[in-house]
């Protein structure tokens, strides 16, 4: 269906009508792209731990502070943790120029930048995560675990890769998904709030919030099994069979499927 033809299309917030005039787009030209970053297919087992962190073209402070504390490339219980920053455009014409130049220069510093070509906002979380995915696939793919957060988080990585190490079945023969898990909470309809979900946008259930693990095998997984994922306007996740682990205080959980709409 066309977005024109979309009841009350008219009338919805710009950024909505943005990701539904656009929500048929899957691949996007790379801008900045790290190759061997992870050393290679066969070396990128050895990583235990990948940091995958979304953050807009304007953040860097925020990039700046995650690189001395608890985003900082290191080694920890003889298990390596890597880091990357994911991220679109921003604006056009001259300044979005200006920012990719900015951005290509940090980059050449920190070598922990990949960039897209398309506008990096809130609906386009999810598209964000599918084009990382690929990415992995392609560079990464036997990286052991994935932490995805965002530039705005405080997440204490050493006790993660304690609690990743003391699991019992940390062999690769199950998926692990583990995050904050809401529960019984439906899309939001007030338009006057961020995280505004209109009728006209499907949105799944059992939506997590943005800081989770994932087994790395889960996401050859979810390419293989669902190769064209519709994106949601917010980065959203379908889980299930979850229990808790008082250890880490989360949940741990299946994973059916997470930041796109899946028929199950």
Same mark, same amino acid.
């Given at each position: 269906?066309? #977005?024109?033809?979309?009841?009350?299309?008219?009338?919805?917030?710009?950024? =909505?009508?943005?990701?539904?005039?656009?929500?048929?787009?899957?691949?996007? %030209?790379?801008?900045?792209?790290?190759?061997?970053?992870?050393?290679?297919?066969?070396?990128? #087992?050895? =990583?235990?731990?990948?940091?995958?962190?979304?953050?807009? %073209?304007?953040?860097?402070?925020? $990039?700046?502070?995650? @690189?001395?504390?608890?985003?900082?490339?290191?080694?920890?219980?003889?298990?390596? =943790? $890597?880091?990357?920053?994911?991220?679109?455009?921003?604006?056009?014409?001259?300044? *979005?120029? @200006?920012?990719? *130049?900015?951005?290509?220069?940090?980059?050449?510093?920190?070598?922990?930048?990949?960039?897209?070509?398309?506008?990096?906002?809130?609906?386009?979380?999810?598209? *964000? +995560? =599918?084009?990382?995915?690929?990415?992995?696939? $392609?560079?990464?793919? *036997?990286?052991?675990?994935?932490?995805?957060?965002?530039?705005?988080?405080?997440?204490?990585?050493?006790?993660?890769?304690?609690?990743? +190490?003391?699991?019992?079945?940390?062999?690769?023969?199950?998926?692990?998904? #583990?995050?904050?898990?809401?529960?019984?909470?439906? %899309?939001? @309809?007030?338009?006057?709030?961020?995280?505004?979900?209109?009728?006209?946008?499907?949105? %799944?259930?059992?939506?997590? $919030?943005?800081?989770?693990?994932?087994?790395?095998?889960?996401?050859?997984?979810?390419?293989?099994?669902?190769?064209?994922?519709?994106?949601?306007? +917010?980065?959203?996740?379908?889980?299930?069979?979850?229990?808790?682990?008082?250890?880490?205080?989360?949940?741990?959980?299946?994973?059916?499927?997470?930041?796109?709409?899946?028929?199950?």
């Amino acid at each position: 269906m066309s #977005a024109a033809n979309i009841s009350g299309f008219s009338s919805l917030p710009a950024g =909505i009508k943005d990701f539904l005039y656009y929500r048929h787009c899957r691949h996007f %030209p790379m801008l900045l792209d790290l190759p061997d970053k992870c050393g290679g297919v066969d070396k990128s #087992a050895d =990583i235990f731990l990948l940091l995958v962190i979304k953050s807009s %073209p304007v953040n860097y402070e925020r $990039r700046e502070v995650l @690189r001395k504390t608890w985003a900082k490339e290191r080694s920890h219980n003889g298990v390596w =943790i $890597r880091r990357i920053f994911i991220s679109g455009t921003m604006d056009s014409g001259f300044e *979005k120029k @200006r920012l990719n *130049k900015l951005l290509e220069l940090e980059q050449r510093e920190y070598n922990d930048i990949l960039q897209w070509d398309f506008s990096d906002t809130f609906y386009n979380l999810t598209l *964000k +995560q =599918i084009l990382f995915l690929e990415w992995m696939e $392609r560079n990464c793919p *036997k990286a052991r675990f994935l932490l995805n957060g965002d530039d705005d988080v405080f997440a204490n990585t050493d006790n993660m890769v304690d609690y990743l +190490q003391s699991l019992k079945d940390n062999d690769g023969s199950k998926h692990l998904f #583990a995050g904050h898990l809401i529960q019984n909470v439906g %899309p939001i @309809r007030s338009s006057g709030s961020k995280y505004f979900i209109p009728a006209q946008a499907h949105l %799944p259930a059992k939506p997590a $919030r943005q800081l989770f693990f994932l087994e790395s095998p889960l996401q050859s997984f979810l390419l293989d099994d669902y190769p064209s994922p519709q994106p949601q306007p +917010q980065s959203v996740t379908i889980i299930t069979d979850c229990v808790e682990d008082k250890l880490f205080t989360l949940p741990v959980c299946l994973v059916s499927a997470f930041g796109f709409s899946i028929d199950l």
